[in-house]
């Protein structure tokens, strides 16, 4: 019988398969050891996926951890298993040991998420092909970032080559066993502080009781003060919401109502508030207490519907567009913001950045804790560290001090190639850092497509070798006469060409099969330069550069808001279409805007403005009734429709006796509308003024009284009536 060694720095046997004898001398070096400081250990299992898979259940078994499950798309004889595609649903949950089976596809999003399931002690098992060759694996998961014409087989390995090679140097936080390979040391691990926990039935850290003691606060003290809840995973903010939810209810007869982007992702606050009121009657996201009450509510619901809420619970919040966060900050006066400061659904420092200023323009009095002490592990976790090395989750961008006298005189821009990125951890660390707060939902897959994706271009502005701008552009579009037969007829949608197929399904222009386009996925400037040209600069640099490479349209898709019409149209870059939904990422109404740089371009983009321009004030009164008011504003700049004339001076004497009450709504809407349009479509700064914004809501999105009268905390007609004749008045100065 072989033999092995683990504390004289030999390895041992080479074997293509170990015996139940050796694995189990293995478990017993390392599991004492992780959970004698409760941390955290992964095991890299590299080779084929048979004996990945066979040396993985028998690894686990001899474990004897209870609770495991395998993320794979194969099922294993009795274990949990759950797809790739659902593992999410692990989040908020513990594990003692999940094994992660990459060769059903490496998902980057799905291994972050599941990789903050494991508990202290616990294994994080990865199932992989050999190391050294992973970047040449067919990976499913590649499907992902797949675009027309290419499938996975075309998907470059760079990726996979930067997680191989993090892990290969991350020997103190991995135990990696290779087919075909001897048996690894066991290392020593790291130092850690040691988890003690706290003598109390319901608190586990003292950071866990200032939360709950925080929130409290919130329904206890001064209206409009939110409170800000930050913390890494694993530190126990959402059980802390939990706890405070459940002794407020004990305390008063109160309505607590929690959002999230989902249920499942709370699920730890229910169960901690029944923990605490045993006695509660209990459905699927509701605790009753008496007539005290926690009800979850999603997010769009809870901003469409007029719900009565004394305390409001947002979980997730960076996962939750930052439109609805405002609208609940408009809506309620005692709201509590949680969020994951480096997160798989969404990035908290982006959601810090954009929100931030929202908060302190709405709120000054607003405030925020941070949780810092771990609650599921032991600080200085070695897996914790490991998986945001894996996957960027820490990447920031440059010093504040080291670009903060960047100036578009003194920048050299560039296209950067994908090899030097992933050849040059401290460049591929800025440009994510900078995707990261530009971007609020930013996600591990994100950095897949960054270093992987097919047709993309990564440009970037540097001040002293810094990163301060950074932009992607996908190549769209070119397609063949058959495929292009089947995209018009809605028979085809190839995946990855946004403004091709939306020009010729949405506008009808056949004509933009053929053209090839340069669509920019994403712009950002560093913070600290914002509103000092860079993003123009490098906007023209990009636009120049695509011109060269033979592009005939150039443009972007984004979330409708005013200052990013504005920027766009600064480059005289126009909006051609606009969706009738709210976009799920950013909770905007996605607005394309376009500029040809051929010929042929010109001829598509003028036919996709004039049909823009004439529509507009028709969408306005129908699939756009909810669009933001001072979006309306400014897609109505250069409209130019017949109608939009102010008729005879018989419209202005009615409108004159409107707004002097002499008239009513109905007998002077027409004029009303006329007035509008011919007004409105001029820059009039702030849309803060409440007449104009009733105006729009009311004459040209055509909403009910009642909507109006809710949208603008009025008390009904009449008072909405008032407001209209104050807008009518203040046009008519104009």
């Avoid at 996925?521 to 490479?549: E, N, S, T, W």
């Avoid at 129908?622 to 979006?631: C, I, T």
Wanted: glycine residues 6%; charged residues 20%; contains cysteine.
């Amino acid at each position: 019988m072989p033999t092995e060694c683990y504390d004289s720095g030999m390895t041992s046997i080479k074997t293509t398969s170990f015996h139940d004898s050796e694995l189990l001398a293995l478990m017993d070096k390392l599991l004492p050891r992780a959970q004698q400081v409760r941390h955290r250990h992964m095991i890299v299992l590299a080779g084929n996926a048979t004996w990945c898979r066979d040396t993985g259940m028998r690894l686990v078994v001899l474990s004897k951890l209870p609770r495991v499950t395998w993320v794979s798309s194969e099922q294993q004889k009795n274990a949990d298993v759950v797809s790739i595609s659902t593992a999410k649903k692990l989040l908020g949950q513990e594990r003692d040991a999940i094994v992660f089976d990459a060769h059903s596809g490496f998902d980057p999003d799905a291994f972050g998420a599941v990789s903050g399931v494991v508990c202290g002690g616990g294994l994080l098992v990865l199932l992989c092909p050999p190391l050294a060759q992973w970047e040449n694996s067919n990976d499913p998961a590649a499907e992902r970032i797949a675009i027309w014409p290419y499938n996975t087989e075309d998907i470059s390995g760079r990726f996979l080559r930067r997680i191989a090679g993090v892990i290969s140097a991350s020997l103190e936080a991995v135990t990696v066993i290779e087919q075909d390979a001897m048996l690894p040391v066991v290392h020593a691990f790291a130092k850690a502080q040691n988890f003690v926990d706290i003598p109390d039935d319901i608190f586990r850290t003292d950071d866990q009781r200032a939360a709950v003691a925080a929130i409290e606060h919130v329904l206890y003290g001064h209206r409009r003060r939110p409170l800000v809840l930050v913390a890494d995973r694993g530190r126990g903010k959402t059980v802390a919401l939990g706890i405070a939810a459940a002794r407020l209810l004990q305390t008063q007869t109160i309505h607590i109502v929690v959002t999230a982007p989902r249920l499942s992702a709370v699920q730890p606050l229910f169960q901690q508030a029944q923990k605490i009121l045993p006695e509660a009657r209990v459905r699927e996201g509701c605790v009753q207490w008496g007539d005290a009450s926690i009800q979850f509510i999603a997010p769009d619901v809870l901003c469409l519907s007029a719900v009565s809420a004394d305390l409001v619970l947002v979980d997730e919040a960076a996962a939750i567009p930052v439109t609805l966060l405002q609208q609940l900050l408009t809506r309620y006066s005692r709201l509590v913001f949680s969020t994951t400061t480096h997160g798989y659904e969404g990035t908290g420092r982006g959601f810090a950045v954009r929100f931030r200023q929202t908060l302190d323009e709405q709120t000054p009095g607003w405030n925020q804790i941070t949780l810092h002490t771990p609650v599921r592990w032991a600080e200085n976790d070695p897996l914790e560290k490991l998986v945001f090395k894996m996957l960027l989750l820490d990447a920031t961008s440059a010093n504040d001090d080291q670009v903060g006298t960047a100036t578009v005189d003194n920048v050299v821009m560039e296209k950067i190639s994908r090899d030097a990125l992933v050849n040059n951890e401290i460049l591929l660390a800025q440009v994510f850092g900078l995707l990261v707060v530009a971007h609020y939902r930013t996600r591990p897959n994100d950095l897949r497509n960054l270093l992987d994706g097919p047709g993309l271009s990564v440009y970037v502005s540097r001040y002293q070798g810094q990163v301060v701008a950074t932009a992607l552009v996908a190549t769209e579009g070119g397609f063949d006469a058959q495929i292009a037969e089947a995209v018009f007829a809605g028979q085809r949608r190839p995946r990855g060409h946004l403004m091709p197929q939306s020009l010729m399904v949405h506008a009808g222009l056949k004509d933009a099969a053929g053209l090839h386009c340069a669509r920019v996925m994403r712009i950002a400037v560093h913070p600290v330069l914002q509103q000092k040209g860079l993003g123009r600069q490098l906007l023209r640099y990009i636009r120049d550069d695509a011109k060269k490479q033979g592009a005939d349209l150039f443009g972007a898709s984004f979330g409708a808001t005013e200052s990013l019409l504005y920027f766009w149209a600064y480059e005289n870059i126009l909006p051609v279409r606009i969706g009738f939904r709210r976009g799920h990422a950013s909770g905007e109404y996605s607005v394309m805007v376009l500029m040809a740089l051929s010929a042929a371009g010109e001829k598509v983009y003028a036919a996709a403005r004039v049909r823009f321009k004439r529509d507009l004030p028709q969408w306005l009164a129908d699939p756009l009734q909810m669009l933001d008011v001072a979006v309306s504003a400014v897609l109505l700049q250069g409209t130019d429709v017949a109608e939009m004339a102010l008729a005879d001076q018989h419209d202005l004497d009615m409108l004159l006796g409107f707004s002097k009450g002499e008239r009513t709504y109905e007998d002077v809407l027409a004029p009303v509308w006329r007035l509008l349009i011919a007004t409105g479509k001029k820059p009039t700064g702030s849309f803060s003024n409440i007449e104009h914004r009733v105006l729009f809501t009311k004459v040209l999105q055509k909403q009910s009284w009642a909507n109006v009268a809710r949208r603008f905390g009025l008390t009904g007609k009449a008072e909405v009536l008032t407001h209209l004749r104050n807008g009518v008045r203040q046009l008519l100065d104009r």
